[in-house]
């Protein structure tokens, strides 16, 4: 049974659809890679799952449930974490205070000192644990962009929806990242991961969907995908190695 | 400096907590408030005409057309309290007339727009009133609103009654009918103030005691700073040595240092160009420091801050035309309108007791009422008979000859003796000598 | 004109007390103007309702001051909510809720003209000795008084503050408004009920309003423009402690006050209000060159 299920989800922002129809299922523990060409709805997806966005139809499960009209901080309580493509971390707390806000408020419910805890732990395993006191002010990019992955998997979620969590790294801090994406699975965490750069989401994806102008272009496994003519034709506009 | 020691400030504030805790148990002081004893104890009495020539034809119906008269008054914003006051008088004397016969037969209709205390607003009012066709106008409260009123009052050729216009130097013209004749008797019109400010001087010059120091304090607004410029040179003059002299804002809330600094000058004489509260919120600023001004003297506080101060306030000078007692109070009109004030005031929830705006609100409807009686229900007839005649009024004879309408001097002073305002000055009007003695 | 240094002190300690009173005013207008977004002038107005309402108990109900607060702490509560689930409801925008806590102020006051009727009124006489009757400090400073009323406004607000401060530093709740006011979206995506929290905030803002509307029908005679004389000394010192901090505004008050009064005592009393003006200008016009100064140093840091 899938964790996840979108059936025919649809938004249309006045006259214009961002998403027509989608179909999307993510199983437990499964990293499931979502591509397509620029303002082909993956983000919006991404915020009718977290429930950010509300849909204009269709529906979302989640572990059985609808989900559909429940908002966003119910979403974040029953086990959906979510992070942004430009890092949004709480300005005026550290670090350690925007992870253990998510621990806090998140499935789990912790006090405030528990949650300061456990957002070291998840400092430690996402490498930041030395900047656990610092401002956000003082956090380079790719700082940043972890903290969204520390602050995603403090809320201890079943789902992790990722937003380009990578875009703008250098290939060092993308194979950590790779690293640490591919640990949520083992840890049993489902994955939607969107990421501009194919090929990394390719080596990790355990199946991907394509998307395009808002409709499902193409899913399957990774090779299946990137073989398929329609995909190369309609979002690479020529072969993925070229 | 302050070197208490933290011990001891705990005992402070500990002492002070627990007089809190204790007082909570009885921290109310069962009091229906003197002054409405005050009003209680006022006499009853019978219904006279209003004005002066005019027949009192109690239970017959007034018929036929209405005359209206229109104002326009304060009745929300800053200008309120008083305004409310001189609304309730326009009520009040609309059915006095009509429980009289009306006017000549003729009911009397009073319709009031209000101006939310804003001048600009005075104007269109009096623009509306006058389109829609009113009969006369009764001007509104305070001296902007006057001014404001004045254009189109004038422009239409209505005579223009006021109760307390505090700007008389500013000139309306000859259909300008002032109740307190601020100006009364002063030829300058530099000089508008020098009658009140004589009337100070030769209200403390009687008690054979005068000052010889003053410190003034006065709020930053056009009337009381003038009128304070007049007391300082006229008591300069009669050899009093000002030994202090600051404006403050208006809405002043802590008068502590002002407080203090009266308290290091220690004046025979502190007066106050206060208004409304101003004179609460000082006197709690001396409890504050302990301090006993050793005498005060007010412009123009609110009635009710006055009665509020209870025993402090014994002693106190207040500028002031009318006080409710005898001569002026002792007349069947006076002892009428105290009555049915009283009873009205309490309705509308203003200060029960007639004084200087209730007095001068009931002075301005006697001119008009006057006027129309003898001129008929035409404001040129009108104007040219008041300008050429004297009209009866609570606060005195008056007339309007002098600058800008300003006639006779009816500028006196009262003091609080006994714990009840009584006219000190002048000896005709008075119903006590000043007990003055710093 | 010579002033003792005991005389400087007195009125040092009055403008202190007062500004007690102003930054408990400027409590809930901080906490809604910095956490929620609103700009709150009805809040001055329920100051100004809680003080009439305190008012109306003592005077006719004969009830205790203090007591009154067992009636006006949770009815305001209720206002408070009510309000903000309008603005929730209306979704308005920061602009809107300003216009229409204006209107909300404006019509306030007409209502309180025409319940309490626009003539002052004043609880002082009607309270007994012990509210009324100054408390001289112990020695070695017998001169200094204090008024029991002020003594008030200091408990009320060093414990209103307090408890604020360190609710929104030191609980889940307060943790919980403080990521609501950086971004809204992000805190629901960690969870947090964005909703019911802002009605509470909204709700315990008016509450204490009526607290600090008990201190003033104590403090002060009332009419219904009384409001429009806080609201210089209320909002500046809302901005001088820094929107949402509480303790930042009760300092700001509490030393706007001061320096209101020791001004008075030796220039004239009638700029004194320009002072605060005059404070709030200096303030904002350092603004830039601290943060030059703090950019400068982070450059610095980063290089």
Excluded at chain 1, 125 to 135: F, K
Aim: with cysteine.
């Amino acid at each position: 049974m899938s964790l996840l299920r979108c059936t025919g989800v649809t938004k249309r922002f006045g006259g214009v659809a961002a998403l027509s129809s989608v179909d999307l299922a993510v199983s437990e523990g499964e990293i499931v890679g979502l591509v397509g060409p620029n303002g082909s709805g993956k983000t919006t997806l991404l915020s009718t799952i977290a429930g950010s966005l509300p849909v204009s139809g269709g529906r979302v499960e989640f572990a059985g449930k609808d989900l559909t009209r429940t908002p966003p901080h119910q979403r974040a309580q029953a086990g959906i974490a979510r992070t942004f493509q430009v890092p949004r971390p709480l300005g005026s707390f550290t670090v350690a205070e925007n992870v253990a806000t998510a621990s806090m408020f998140g499935r789990h419910r912790t006090g405030r000192v528990e949650a300061i805890d456990r957002a070291h732990e998840v400092l430690e395993e996402v490498g930041l644990a030395a900047h656990a006191g610092a401002q956000v002010g003082a956090l380079t990019l790719h700082e940043r962009k972890f903290l969204e992955i520390a602050r995603a998997i403090a809320l201890d979620p079943q789902l992790i929806l990722l937003d380009e969590v990578l875009g703008g790294l250098n290939p060092s801090e993308v194979a950590m990242g790779l690293d640490l994406i591919s640990s949520l699975r083992d840890r049993g965490m489902a994955v939607v991961y969107i990421e501009h750069n194919v090929r990394a989401v390719s080596s990790i994806a355990d199946r991907m969907y394509v998307l395009n102008q808002g409709r499902n272009l193409a899913d399957g496994t990774p090779t299946d995908v990137l073989d398929d003519a329609r995909v190369v034709e309609a979002y690479l506009g020529g072969p993925v190695d070229a | 400096m302050l070197t208490t020691s933290l011990p001891r400030l705990r005992g402070l504030a500990a002492t002070a907590c627990a007089a809190l805790v204790l007082s909570a148990c009885g921290g109310v002081v069962d009091d229906e408030g003197d002054d409405n004893d005050a009003a209680a104890d006022l006499p009853d009495a019978e219904l006279v005409a209003p004005v002066a020539g005019m027949t009192c034809d109690e239970g017959a119906t007034p018929t036929g057309e209405p005359i209206v008269v229109g104002g326009s008054l304060s009745l929300t914003g800053p200008l309120a309290p008083t305004a409310t006051l001189h609304n309730a008088v326009a009520g009040l004397v609309t059915d006095w007339v009509n429980d009289c016969g009306g006017l000549d037969g003729r009911p009397l209709e009073w319709r009031v727009l209000d101006d939310q205390s804003t001048p600009g607003t005075v104007t269109s009012n009096y623009e509306r009133l006058i389109g829609d066709g009113v009969d006369f106008v009764m001007g509104p409260y305070g001296g902007a609103a006057t001014l404001a009123g004045a254009g189109p009052v004038s422009r239409a050729g209505y005579a223009y009654p006021t109760a307390t216009n505090g700007a008389p130097d500013k000139l309306i013209g000859e259909n300008h009918f002032p109740a307190w004749q601020i100006g009364g008797g002063v030829d300058d019109p530099a000089r508008m103030f020098d009658a009140q400010a004589d009337a100070v001087v030769a209200a403390l010059e009687s008690s054979g005691n005068p000052p010889s120091t003053a410190f003034f304090a006065t709020a930053k607004f056009p009337t009381t700073l003038s009128y304070r410029g007049a007391v300082v040179e006229a008591l300069e003059e009669a050899g009093t040595e000002i030994t202090g002299d600051l404006e403050y804002d208006l809405g002043t809330t802590d008068f502590s240092s002002i407080a203090l600094r009266i308290q290091t000058a220690d004046p025979d004489l502190v007066y106050v160009g206060g208004l409304g509260a101003d004179i609460t919120n000082l006197y709690q600023a001396f409890d504050g420091i302990g301090y006993e001004p050793r005498s005060i003297y007010v412009a123009l506080p609110a009635p009710p801050a006055v009665a509020d101060l209870g025993d402090k306030a014994e002693g106190m000078m207040i500028s002031s035309i009318y006080e409710h007692h005898e001569p002026l109070g002792g007349s069947p009109v006076a002892q009428y309108f105290a009555k049915s004030y009283s009873e009205v005031a309490e309705e509308e929830g203003v200060f029960p007791l007639v004084e200087t705006q209730a007095a001068a609100g009931l002075a301005a409807w006697q001119i008009l009422l006057t006027g129309i009686l003898e001129a008929g229900a035409d404001n040129a007839a009108v104007i040219e008979w008041l300008n050429a005649n004297e009209v009866e009024t609570v606060v005195g004879t008056l007339n309007f000859d002098g600058y800008n309408n300003y006639g006779a001097d009816i500028n006196r002073v009262a003091q609080v003796q006994d714990g009840t305002r009584v006219l000190v000055w002048p000896e005709d009007v008075s119903g006590a000598e000043i007990d003055y003695n710093p | 004109m010579s002033v003792s240094s005991l005389a400087l002190a007195q009125t040092l300690l009055n403008g202190a007390l007062l500004g007690c009173l102003f930054g408990s005013i400027a409590l809930g207008l901080s906490v809604k103007w910095g956490h929620l977004g609103v700009a709150d002038f009805f809040h001055l107005s329920l100051t100004l309702l809680g003080a009439y309402l305190t008012y109306s108990l003592v005077t006719e109900q004969l009830w205790d001051p203090l007591l009154t607060l067992l009636v006006t702490v949770p009815v305001f509560f209720v206002v408070g909510v009510a309000v903000q689930w309008l603005f929730l409801v209306l979704r308005a925008e920061p602009f809107t809720t300003l216009l229409i806590t204006f209107a909300l102020f404006i019509v306030t006051e007409s209502v309180a003209s025409m319940v309490w009727s626009p003539d002052l009124l004043n609880l002082r006489p009607r309270l007994s000795d012990g509210f009324t009757t100054s408390l001289r400090f112990p020695e070695p400073l017998p001169q200094l008084a204090v008024q029991p009323v002020d003594l008030l406004a200091l408990v009320c607000a060093v414990l209103m503050v307090g408890v604020s401060a360190w609710a929104l530093r030191r609980t889940r709740a307060g943790r919980a408004v403080q990521a609501m006011r950086q971004d809204a979206d992000i805190a629901r995506t960690l969870g947090v009920r964005v909703v019911p929290i802002t009605l509470a905030v909204s709700g315990l803002a008016a509450s204490s309003a009526a607290v600090a509307g008990m201190v003033v029908s104590l403090r002060m005679p009332l009419s219904p423009t009384l409001p429009l004389q806080w609201i210089g000394i209320v909002v500046v010192a809302t901005m001088l402690g820094g929107l949402g901090r509480p303790l930042g505004a009760l300092v700001a008050a509490v030393v706007l006050m001061m320096i209101q009064n020791a001004w008075s005592l030796w220039f004239p009393p009638q700029w004194a209000p320009a002072v605060t003006f005059g404070v709030l200008f200096l303030f904002l016009a350092a603004q830039p060159v601290r943060r030059f100064v703090s950019e400068a140093t982070a450059s610095r840091r980063l290089a």
